[in-house]
């Protein structure tokens, strides 16, 4: 079989640097405030990412850091942006609360219009579980979304919303668990036993060409990627996942995060898309 011909697109990416990074409280298995966070490399590991976006042409834009607010490094929780509406989030813990409000006010100060940039009423965590695709977005919960909030978005943003079931506490976030390889194409890899029995079967359904990952690639938050059409930046332990990238046509570049990780994020994590 012939890899499908892929070309890049430029994206363009709020990201918040972690120069107040440290895990001192846990809010998701991957969180141990007894290891303690190497803070130099830890900032010296994301502004590799946030190189290598800019060396393939992307835009990237900056939230300044809290020194309140040591998890705003994960600045695709923040907010959802779809057709250049925006919708905020609502998070579930109270440690993450405040970074709401500095992400609706950084839309604010850089020209989105009031009436684009929406406060929810229900809980969600921004792109932690929402992922669009050409024809939908895909909807996470059970562990921090409300599924009040899936109705909420697709009211918002017009477009169908598909709910799916978060059932493994280690992929508490869609974005643990799946990845937009091609957002034109509605072309995705995920982890089944992510997944409800039920959503597994909407996945399959939905997605029958999808990539499917191992529980090794899975668990080295593998599927924690960006990808922009052509590019899959991902962790680089997920080794299991960059020749079947390679396959369908894809270039994998493996991205150390291992600082971040103590977090329980990555790549996708640290990457909020603006999309147009």
């Given at each position: 079989?012939?890899?499908?011909p ?60 809290d ?13 959802t ?24 006010s ?137 020749e ?23 790549v ?9």
């Amino acid at each position: 079989m012939r890899p499908t011909p892929r070309t890049s697109s430029p994206r363009r990416y709020l990201m918040c640097p972690p120069a107040h990074f440290s895990v001192t409280y846990s809010i998701n298995p991957w969180m141990d405030p007894t290891k303690p966070v190497d803070l130099p490399l830890a900032l010296a590991q994301w502004e590799d990412l946030r190189d290598r976006y800019r060396a393939l042409g992307h835009t990237v834009e900056l939230l300044t850091p809290d020194p309140a607010l040591p998890d705003m490094v994960f600045a695709a929780n923040g907010a959802t942006v779809v057709g250049g509406r925006v919708l905020g989030a609502r998070f579930a813990h109270a440690e993450r609360s405040d970074e709401a409000a500095a992400h609706l006010s950084w839309f604010r100060r850089n020209g989105w219009p009031e009436e684009a940039v929406r406060l929810p009423e229900h809980v969600n965590e921004g792109e932690g579980d929402f992922a669009v695709t050409a024809s939908w977005i895909l909807a996470g919960r059970g562990f921090r979304s409300s599924p009040l909030a899936h109705g909420e978005a697709q009211e918002f943003f017009g477009r169908p919303v598909i709910g799916l079931e978060l059932v493994d506490p280690r992929y508490y976030h869609l974005d643990t668990a799946l990845c937009v390889l091609d957002d034109a194409r509605d072309e995705v890899m995920y982890y089944p036993a992510a997944f409800s029995p039920g959503s597994r079967a909407v996945l399959a359904r939905l997605f029958p060409d999808a990539l499917i990952a191992t529980e090794e690639d899975a668990a080295a938050l593998g599927l924690n990627a960006v990808s922009d059409g052509l590019h899959v930046l991902l962790p680089q332990a997920a080794v299991g996942l960059f020749e079947p990238l390679r396959q369908r046509g894809f270039e994998p570049v493996g991205m150390d995060l291992g600082e971040l990780l103590k977090g329980g994020g990555s790549v996708k994590c640290c990457t909020q898309e603006l999309r147009p």
